[in-house]
Nanobody, 125 residues
């Protein structure tokens, strides 16, 4: 599975962006999907995840009520709708695909088998 993330950019605090991640191949619906981010000088951190069918989602407390993950299996795409953006949301955002049944909801990186190249999100104050 190859993942291609897009949609990043520069936005003012309080603004919104929608990230997209399209997967190659015909097995997209077999994978739980996650979004992670990494800010300069910091470790990669979990943002949100969604189950294969899209009926279960999980998120980090830092984005609760502001970010929403969704997926369209017919389009092999997972989305991250980001609203009320803050300067501390500035990071490179990565999408990931995982086939394991455990760990994906809590954002355990080892539960994800494939990673996209990342897209930069910069939030100005």
């Amino acid at each position: 599975v190859q993942l291609q993330a897009s949609g990043g950019g520069l936005v003012q605090a309080g603004g919104s962006l929608r990230l997209s991640c399209i997967a190659s191949g015909r097995t997209f619906s077999r994978y739980n999907m996650g979004w992670f981010r990494q800010a300069p000088g910091k470790e990669r951190e979990f943002v949100e995840a969604i189950s294969r069918s899209g009926d279960i989602t999980s998120y980090a407390d830092s984005v609760k009520g502001r970010f929403t993950i969704s997926r369209d299996n017919a389009k092999n795409t997972v989305y991250l709708q980001m609203s009320s953006l803050k300067p501390e949301d500035t990071a490179v955002y990565y999408c990931a695909a995982g086939g394991r049944t455990s760990g994906w909801q809590t954002g355990t990186p080892s539960s994800y088998d494939y990673w996209g190249q990342g897209t930069q999100v910069t939030v100005s104050s």
